[in-house]
């Protein structure tokens, strides 16, 4: 299973920005290694300008730009776990906008630390580490 289809869990709960749709799959994998030991996703979130940010998935969804990615009505091919992990970030940090989020996000040590003293406005591609991710998460159970 992918980050793709983690974001199908996501987009199956509500219409959201390309934005928000970022940061809850990031909050998900972080979660999920903070709270399990274990990856729900493999792919690695980068450090980027406007918070958390997976490449590819980046790749998928930039035609939607600022606006609004339609609701997904099947969850065909969406684990049971995705789905119900997906509902309890969504229920979380669902209520904030994707600038809320990326406000949050910025706030956050893992993505401080990638960002390795870089400028708010330079570009960073550095991953954000899942040991990060992992210890500053638990830090907040």
Request: some cysteine; hydrophobic content about 40%.
């Amino acid at each position: 299973t992918s980050v793709f289809t983690l974001a199908k869990a996501f987009l199956n709960i509500a219409p959201m920005t390309h934005k928000k749709l970022q940061k809850l799959c990031y909050y998900a994998k972080a979660w999920y290694l903070a709270l399990y030991d274990t990856n729900l996703i493999a792919e690695d979130f980068e450090a980027w300008v406007h918070g958390a940010v997976q490449p590819a998935l980046y790749q998928q969804y930039r035609c939607y730009g600022f606006q609004t990615i339609p609701q997904v009505s099947s969850l065909l091919g969406v684990p049971e776990d995705f789905i119900s992990f997906a509902r309890e970030v969504y229920d979380s940090y669902g209520d904030l906008t994707g600038d809320e989020l990326e406000i949050l996000n910025h706030s956050e040590d893992p993505w401080i630390k990638a960002r390795a003293g870089a400028k708010p406005w330079e570009r960073c591609s550095n991953i954000i580490l899942e040991e990060d991710m992992k210890a500053f998460y638990r830090s907040r159970i």
